[in-house]
């Protein structure tokens, strides 16, 4: 009877078709949906391209110092092979060929506060309102080089309509990069914004690293 079971229980399992894995590739799926590869631009918002492709910003004449951002676009990551947590993981960095120098005037502004006797804002009364503020020098950085746009890494975000100013080509992801310091004495100058993609895609991304990093620039003068 024990060798009866034995071989019933060797018939059914042999007929139970176990689940093949098929490690996605470039032949048979992609991250991008019916595209090979990501689609990666950087863009200004509001767009004030010129006839010749050149954007514009209009420099704040009665300040030191300007900012201004650009908007970059990514194809998000549709196969759920590659997403993490269900969300596309979507990388950039960016870069210039414009710095500026310090000098030895740079200076911040701390705000102080007294513990015991200063107001609170309202209406809940938590955030301490400063008694004075102090300034301070920052000399130790005279002639130090610094790029006008950060060159940190940061994350493309999905569009969410209760919150974003900026709306997206169809279901693209974006970011938003932050440029300045941007002093006067650049107004006429040319500034080009590099800027550069990288979609984590696992082993896609190892493997077709072509189809996953891309560059894209443009161009900014300062009126």
């Not at 019916?34 to 006839?51: H, Q």
């Not at 908007?71 to 710095?99: C, G, H, L, M, Q």
């Not at 440029?179 to 080009?192: A, L, Q, S």
């Not at 979609?199 to 493997?207: A, D, K, L, V």
Request: with cysteine.
């Amino acid at each position: 009877m024990k060798y009866i079971i034995l071989i019933l229980i060797f018939l059914l399992s042999s007929c139970i078709k176990k689940p093949i894995y098929i490690p996605p590739n470039e032949n048979n799926i992609s991250p991008f949906g019916n595209k090979k590869e990501g689609e990666f631009k950087i863009l200004r918002y509001p767009n004030t391209k010129d006839s010749n492709g050149y954007y514009h910003y209009k420099l704040n004449r009665s300040v030191q110092y300007n900012y201004t951002d650009v908007i970059a676009e990514a194809s998000p990551v549709v196969n759920k092979y590659y997403r993490y947590n269900n969300t596309s993981v979507i990388e950039s960095t960016f870069d210039s060929n414009a710095f500026l120098i310090l000098g030895d005037s740079i200076s911040v502004t701390i705000p102080l506060y007294n513990p015991f006797n200063s107001l609170y804002s309202s209406p809940y009364f938590n955030y301490p309102i400063s008694v004075k503020n102090k300034t301070i020098i920052l000399s130790q950085f005279n002639g130090f080089i610094v790029p006008v746009v950060p060159t940190n890494k940061i994350y493309f975000k999905e569009y969410d309509a209760r919150m974003d100013i900026y709306k997206p080509t169809g279901n693209n992801l974006w970011a938003k990069r932050i440029i300045g310091p941007i002093p006067k004495y650049m107004i006429g100058d040319t500034i080009t914004i590099y800027g550069k993609v990288f979609w984590e895609c696992g082993t896609y991304s190892i493997n077709f690293p072509k189809y996953t990093n891309k560059k894209d620039s443009l161009k900014l003068i300062i009126d």
